[in-house]
């Protein structure tokens, strides 16, 4: 069945440093691809998307590129922030599953002053 | 316009005791969805409501079930609860019916004692 990896965390990084979050996916079809981060005590928040191969989805100063070749989708911020610290999921959705999400197991930043 | 509800918030109740959940979508929203999240499991699909028809269901007992009104608003009740039930239970609404965005509410957490 479908699913989405990626890597574990925490990761831990200083403020302004560069922030990879790796996520690879195994899909039939052709998924529509998505970020969400959750803060703290809250729900899940959309970050970006992306619906077809090699579209960029950006927000807030994050940027994912949906791969097919690579099946990745790999979240990428250039300078990162204390109020960036949260949980970031990695998830997939595909035509035919209505708007069922799967999910990543999640990967925490730290990111200190 | 106010974002995805729901209700209660915090919930304790003790094995055997059955208990429901209840969502408000965003307004126009015809599709929500329900999730678990466990630190173990992570983020699990629970059931996809459209139109008040089910449309998808995860890989849970038949304990957990749920529905949807014709305002769309959703309930899900969880019966003969036990303690691996105990979870941050998040409902999500979509405004169509195919990999849309789904916007999540801030969730119910759940603690069976």
């Known amino acids: 069945g479908d699913s989405v990896t990626q890597m574990e965390g925490p990761v831990t990084l200083s403020e302004e440093a560069f922030l990879t979050i790796n996520c690879t996916y195994t899909?039939?079809?052709?998924?529509?691809l998505f970020w969400y981060v959750q803060y703290p005590g809250e729900g899940l928040q959309l970050l970006l998307k992306a619906t077809k191969a090699d579209d960029k989805g950006s927000n807030k100063g994050f940027e994912a590129t949906y791969r097919k070749e690579t099946t990745s989708f790999h979240l990428e911020k250039g300078s990162v922030q204390v109020s960036d610290s949260a949980v970031y999921f990695c998830?997939?959705?595909?035509?035919?599953?209505?708007?069922?999400?799967?999910f990543g197991g999640g990967t925490r930043l730290m990111v200190k002053p | 316009k106010a974002g995805v509800t729901q209700t209660p918030r915090y919930l304790i109740k003790t094995r055997g005791q059955q208990v429901t959940l209840s969502c408000s979508p965003i307004?126009?929203?015809?599709?929500v969805s329900w999730y678990q999240q466990t630190p173990g499991q992570g983020l699990q699909f629970l059931f996809e409501?459209?139109?008040?028809?089910?449309?998808n269901k995860g890989n849970f007992p038949g304990r957990f079930s749920g529905r949807q009104f014709s305002n769309s608003r959703s309930e899900m009740n969880v019966s003969t609860l036990e303690l691996g039930d105990s979870a941050l239970y998040l409902c999500?609404?979509?405004?169509?019916?195919?990999?849309?965005?789904?916007?999540f509410g801030p969730g119910t957490r759940l603690l069976v004692l």
């Open positions: 307004s126009g929203h015809r599709s």
């Open positions: 999500a609404s979509s405004l169509g019916a195919n990999q849309e965005t789904q916007y």
């Open positions: 899909a039939t079809g052709y998924p529509s």
């Open positions: 409501y459209f139109s008040e028809t089910q449309r």
């Open positions: 998830a997939l959705t595909y035509l035919n599953a209505g708007n069922m999400l799967t």
